[in-house]
Each structure stands twice: as C-alpha cells, then as structure tokens.
T-cell receptor
Framework: GQQLNQSPQSMFIQEGEDVSMNCTSS?????WLWYKQDPGEGPVLLIA?????ELTSNGRLTAQFGTTRKDSFLNISASIPSDVGIYFC?????????????FGTGTRLKVLA | DAGVIQSPRHEVTEMGQEVTLRCKPI?????LFWYRQTMMRGLELLIY????????DSGMPEDRFSAKMPNASFSTLKIQPSEPRDSAVYFC????????????FGPGTRLTVL
C-alpha cells in the first residue's frame, strides 16, 4: 500500500534551536496534516494544508504543502521542553476516498534543556 | 466537552479470547474512525462511520475484527479470537461533517494479547 516516508525518525536538540522535519510520498496528495502525540495520548492536530505551495503557521510551528504535492514540511522555531513528543504527518491521497488519511511513521523529538 | 472517551485504557488478554474496545465520540460529531497504532506499521485506519453507518472497512485486517455503531454516542471494535499480533494501541477519533480533517482522537486502548 501507499506509504509516507517521514524523516528524521528521531532527533535530539537543544532548547531554543529550530527543528525541521519532512514527509514524502510516491503519489500526489490533496491534503496534508501534521499531528503531535504525547505519551499515552492520542494525536492532536497542529496544522492542516490544502493547496500546493501553501504555507501555514500556528504559533512557533510552520508547515508547507510541497509544490509537487508529494511532500510536506514542518518547522518548529525556538524549541522548548514541551515540544517533546512524536510528530506525525498524514496525507489524503488524490486517489483515495474522502476522509481516508495515510499516516507517516513519526518523528520523535527530544529537547534538551 | 469531555472529548472522545475510550475504554478500557489498557487490556491484557490471552490468545483466543474475545476483546471488545469501546468508544464514545464527541457529542454532535457525525464521523467516527477506528485506528490501530503499532511500531512497525504506524497509525492505520481500520474503519470509519458516518451517521452510525460503516462507510469504509477496507482497513480491517481480517474477519476476526468487527466494528459496530448502534447509536451516535457509542461504538465498539471487537476482536474474536484475539492473537498476539493484534497487540497495539487502538484509537477512536471523531469529527464533524464539515471539518473531517480535524479529527479528535481519544486517549487510546493499549491491547496486549499474550
């Protein structure tokens, strides 16, 4: 089946540093979503993207819908300890039915104070 | 609002036993999704309902899995008989018709099949 390649798989950064992660697909997507999951909890939606080239911010988070529609990027500026968690991308393939999303394998972020 | 409620939070059972996971969506939401999360396969959509009707169950792994939504405030995911490879975290999520991109996830049920 379709897969989303998310990288990096994990990263350790110092508090205050900026973070970048990305998600790529072999097929075209209509929608990209970015989620954060804390331990023992379900994913929480951070940002939703609907158009190629779209750049959307949510506080210190900025995400972009790649122009090829096959990738997306998430940046976190000036990281803080509470940014720790697993970040997932999710995409809706152009060939799939509505409301069906494929999730990436996640980027595990650890912030060192 | 209380958010999506799932029970139990943890379930440990032996191979061959029947397992039932429960979900109460956010009041007023008309879409309900069941997902499974494992280290190997990540988060996978199993089935989703619209207005209590199953719309797509193509993600259900096999006949041992079944899901029902008898009313707008309750859904179950049943595994019978359970197998060790079913061990995973199972999430329920709900959303509004016009905001299906914004799915609200429950805290999940961690299932361990011995």
């Amino acid at each position: 089946g379709q897969q989303l390649n998310q990288s990096p798989q994990s990263m350790f950064i110092q508090e205050g540093e900026d973070v970048s992660m990305n998600c790529t697909s072999s097929s075209i997507f209509n929608t990209w979503l970015w989620y954060k999951q804390d331990p023992g909890e379900g994913p929480v939606l951070l940002i939703a993207l609907y158009k190629a080239g779209e750049l959307t911010s949510n506080g210190r988070l900025t995400a972009q819908f790649g122009t090829t529609r096959k990738d997306s990027f998430l940046n976190i500026s000036a990281s803080i300890p509470s940014d720790v968690g697993i970040y997932f991308c999710a995409g809706q393939p152009s060939t799939s039915g509505t409301y069906k999303y494929i999730f990436g394998t996640g980027t595990r972020l650890k912030v060192l104070a | 609002d209380a958010g999506v409620i799932q029970s139990p939070r943890h379930e440990v059972t032996e191979m061959g036993q029947e397992v039932t996971l429960r979900c109460k969506p956010i009041s007023g939401h008309d879409y309900l999704f069941w997902y499974r999360q494992t280290m190997m396969r990540g988060l996978e959509l199993l089935i989703y309902f619209n207005n209590n009707v199953p719309i797509d169950d193509s993600g259900m792994p096999e006949d041992r899995f079944s899901a029902k939504m008898p009313n707008a405030s309750f859904s179950t995911l049943k595994i019978q008989p359970s197998e060790p490879r079913d061990s995973a975290v199972y999430f329920c999520a709900s959303s509004l018709f016009r905001e299906t991109d914004t799915q609200y996830f429950g805290p999940g049920t961690r299932l361990t099949v011995l």
